[in-house]
């Protein structure tokens, strides 16, 4: 062995052990062997631990209750159960564990735990090779482009989570959202009666070109008192990639139209979000019902558009 280097290993601390003084002893057992005039602290050599090790460590550090990682101020119960303080109010100020009141002691040795060991993003198997310190982890998760996107899916709270080609079969198979080739568009949006016009809602497609995806929402909802139709198109992707390309969309009829060109917005952006920005092509429900014939009796709205990437 070189002098000077140093073997780590860390000792698994049991869930009976996770209070201050069980996981203290836990941490006591890290073995270095080597010179010991260079054998770093505890805390400092955790640092150092291979990625496999630390695992276990990532795995103390999660909330049993929110899942996410605990940050300080770590709360523990009397029999050194632990959870992050911002779950307390969601179990009645009860362990989740033992169900023993929680108080508001905390666990300043998993504290210092936190503060001293570096871990891999929780996104790795996703591609993200970053390592941070515990704190800046937790920020870096947030807004790593690794993590899951959200189903863009307008008409529900869909809860799936995943990569874009993920989100693609999804909408095609559980949502049946027609997918289309191509990097122009000419959709048709018909309501056949007043009922209809009404209480039209929102309808979805996706476009493959250039090698992406994008989403194409057309929607009706309230402009403060005024029903309005909004059209508008989000990028399946990030917003640093989404801002490569432009996009157009065209709707008329008796001799009138209406444009509107922009930047798709990247899905990170919820369609709430987009939507109440007013980010697309707005469209008063008079001026489309007179672009669809003038009767009132019915929507036909023609939308046409196109893709292009800026060069």
Known sequence: MAPGSSIVSVTEVPESDCGDRGLSEALSSIRLDGDSTSKPSWAASLVNVGLSSLTGLNDLLECPVCTNSMRPPILQCPNGHTICSSCKHRVDNHCPTCRQELGNIRCLALEKVAESIQLPCKYQSLGCTEIHPYQNKLKHEELCRFRPYSCPYAGSECLIAGDVPMLVSHLINDHKVDLHEGCTFNHRYVKSNPYEVENATWMLTVFKCFGQHFCLHFEA???????????????????????????????????????????????????????????????HRNMALFFSSGTR???????????????
Request: aromatic share 12%.
């Open 221 to 283: 909802f309230l402009l403060g008192m005024s029903p309005v139709y909004m059209a508008f198109l989000r990028f399946m992707g990030e917003e640093s990639e989404a801002r490569s390309f432009c996009y157009s969309l065209e709707v008329g009829g008796n001799g009138r139209k209406l444009t509107w060109q922009g930047t798709p917005r990247s899905i990170r952006d919820g369609h709430k979000k987009v939507r109440d920005s007013f980010d697309g092509l707005i469209i």
């Open 297 to 311: 009796q019915e929507l036909k709205l023609r939308v046409t558009g196109r893709i292009w990437k800026e060069q």
